[in-house]
T-cell receptor, first 113, second 111 residues
Framework: GDSVTQMEGPVTLSEEACLTI???????????LFWYVQYPGEGLQLLLK?????DKGSNKGFEATYRKETTSFHLEKGSVQVSDSAVYFC????????????FGAGTRLAVHP | NAGVTQTPKFQVLKTGQSMTLQCAQD?????MSWYRQDPGMGLRLIHY???????DQGEVPNGYNVSRSTTEDFPLRLLSAAPSQTSVYFC??????????FGEGSRLTVL
């Protein structure tokens, strides 16, 4: 079945450091891929998405490229801020289901001043 | 601009008690779902609904019931709470694009 694997956290960085959170997936066909972010005490919210191979999703300085050849969707940011501290979830959406997202386990990011 | 509203935000139950987590959305979304979030396990789908009167089971449905009498509301019922149901519960809705809109969560502790 479809699945999503994320790098384990926590990831601890200093402000202005570069961030990469790895995400790989297993799926048949051509799923859409998402990154969701969960700030402390809140629900998840969509950060960015890509719907087909080679698409790049971007938002708030974060970006991720849909790589079908490596089945990956790594999240990157060139310079993180303390306010980026959160849990990040990679997710896969496969049309043909009801609208069900398959989530990775989440990666906690802590950014220190 | 309410989006998805969940109540209560916090609840403590004793083993064997029952309760209902409420979820309402004002975006006229057909799809609604309930997830539980446990440390190190991401989000796991409990139940979902593709429209009023239609519900189905997700990955971890045991111990939970749902109903969908209106487009707006999708309550989750625990009939006899167990300590294994201690978790954070999220309701979400979607308009069909794969993008989910989440509520703020309900933290449940079962003693």
């Amino acid at each position: 079945g479809d699945s999503v694997t994320q790098m384990e956290g926590p990831v601890t960085l200093s402000e202005e450091a570069c961030l990469t959170i790895n995400c790989t997936y297993t799926a048949t066909g051509y799923p859409s891929l998402f990154w969701y972010v969960q700030y402390p005490g809140e629900g998840l919210q969509l950060l960015l998405k890509a719907t087909k191979a080679d698409d790049k999703g971007s938002n708030k300085g974060f970006e991720a490229t849909y790589r079908k050849e490596t089945t990956s969707f790594h999240l990157e940011k060139g310079s993180v801020q303390v306010s980026d501290s959160a849990v990040y979830f990679c997710a896969l959406f496969h049309s043909g289901g009801y609208n069900k997202l398959i989530f990775g386990a989440g990666t906690r990011l802590a950014v220190h001043p | 601009n309410a989006g998805v509203t969940q109540t209560p935000k916090f609840q403590v139950l004793k083993t064997g008690q029952s309760m209902t987590l409420q979820c309402a959305q004002d975006m006229n979304h057909e799809y609604m779902s309930w997830y539980r979030q446990d440390p190190g396990m991401g989000l796991r789908l409990i139940h979902y609904s593709v429209g009023a009167g239609i519900t189905d089971q997700g990955e971890v449905p045991n111990g939970y019931n749902v109903s969908r009498s209106t487009t707006e509301d999708f309550p989750l019922r625990l009939l006899s709470a167990a300590p294994s149901q201690t978790s954070v519960y999220f309701c979400a809705s979607s308009g069909g694009t794969g993008e989910l809109f989440f509520g703020e969560g309900s933290r449940l502790t079962v003693l």
